[in-house]
């Protein structure tokens, strides 16, 4: 049975591991982005801040992987970022990633935001595809310090 949940101080090395994990099958940039990210290695302390949250998908106590919203630096007032929406290969394709999307945009609502805003590559092409089934729309530049200047793709979403 698949749980989705709020994220635990326990899923931080394997939320690390498997962000890592997708860089290095996608052949992601693994510098200047989130794979040499001090961050990454504590993500539960991170959403703990004011205005954010990450979620989880979880099966029998497999974690599966995950979603969030963060209020970013230098965003424009009333927009967070889209971060860390990774899965495992095995969870691909089988509508997790649009559940854990819908529950974001939903939570980032109901938190006030009226947009998000997500920073992605090309070789993730099936992601962008779904942020643009959502509604994301390309944006000629990033916003934002996320620190992750090595993104060439940059899409923002009205709430």
């Given at each position: 049975m698949?749980?989705?949940?709020?994220?635990?101080?326990?899923?931080?090395?394997?939320?690390?591991?498997?962000?890592?994990?997708?860089?290095?099958?996608?052949?992601?940039?693994?510098?200047?982005?989130?794979y040499d990210d001090?961050?990454?290695?504590?993500?539960?302390?991170?959403?703990?801040?004011?205005?954010?949250?990450?979620?989880?998908?979880?099966?029998?106590?497999?974690?599966l992987g995950g979603c969030g919203y963060y209020p970013t630096e230098g965003l424009p007032d009333g927009c967070a970022e889209l971060v860390k929406y990774y899965f495992k290969p095995m969870a691909?394709?089988?509508?997790?990633?649009?559940?854990?999307?819908k529950k974001v945009i939903d939570k980032a609502k109901t938190e006030g935001y009226t947009h998000l805003y997500i920073e992605s590559f090309p070789q993730c092409g099936n992601a962008v595809a779904i942020y643009e089934k959502y509604g994301f729309t390309h944006l000629p530049t990033r916003l934002g310090n996320s620190g992750?200047?090595?993104?060439?793709?940059?899409?923002?979403?009205?709430?």
């Open positions: 698949i749980v989705i949940r709020e994220i635990q101080a326990t899923d931080n090395r394997e939320l690390a591991n498997l962000v890592r994990s997708v860089f290095e099958e996608l052949q992601l940039p693994l510098t200047h982005s989130v001090p961050q990454t290695n504590r993500l539960y302390e991170v959403f703990r801040t004011r205005k954010s949250g990450y979620f989880v998908a979880e099966e029998d106590g497999v974690l691909r394709g089988k509508g997790l990633g649009s559940i854990l999307l992750h200047t090595a993104t060439t793709i940059h899409m923002i979403k009205e709430l």
